[in-house]
């Protein structure tokens, strides 16, 4: 009988894999998701950790994520006035981590524009943390 390349349907074993989009550097101080510890975003794109801040959560302003999925936008009063804002979450375990500045009424508010903002409870710090 002929030998197959492939094995036999039974034997082979199937794995689920990481659907992480993107993993950055060991080399640089990163942020990850604390529930999955997917890659969030290098600390070189930090923006603040000062300004921004939700209702309950202090939070952290960025300007570039990996692994970072965003909901439809919606309008929300926030501390600082009417935005449009979406949802943002992590791609590989669904969590709501925060939200993205998808457009800002104020001419004061507009520079938050295109900006992340990620809710302290989800992050963790990775990669030459001292």
């Known amino acids: 009988p002929e030998l197959s390349e492939?094995?036999?349907?039974?034997?082979?074993?199937?794995?689920?894999?990481?659907?992480?989009?993107?993993?950055?550097?060991?080399?640089h101080r990163t942020y990850s998701c604390?529930?999955?510890?997917?890659?969030?975003?290098?600390?070189?794109?930090?923006?603040s950790k000062a300004i921004f801040k939700s209702i309950y959560l202090k939070s952290?302003?960025?300007?570039?994520?990996?692994?970072?999925?965003?909901?439809?936008?919606?309008?929300?009063?926030?501390?600082?006035?009417?935005?449009?804002?979406?949802?943002?979450?992590?791609?590989?375990?669904?969590?709501?981590?925060g939200w993205k500045y998808e457009h800002a009424f104020e001419s004061s508010q507009k520079y938050k524009e295109g900006k992340f903002i990620i809710e302290l409870a989800h992050m963790i710090k990775d990669n030459g943390w001292e």
């Open 34 to 47: 604390i529930h999955c510890r997917a890659h969030l975003a290098n600390h070189d794109e930090l923006i």
């Open 6 to 27: 492939e094995p036999p349907a039974e034997m082979v074993k199937m794995t689920k894999s990481k659907t992480f989009q993107a993993y950055l550097p060991n080399c």
């Open 60 to 97: 952290f302003c960025f300007h570039l994520q990996v692994n970072v999925g965003c909901g439809p936008a919606e309008e929300r009063v926030l501390l600082t006035g009417l935005h449009a804002v979406a949802d943002i979450y992590c791609e590989n375990c669904k969590t709501t981590l």
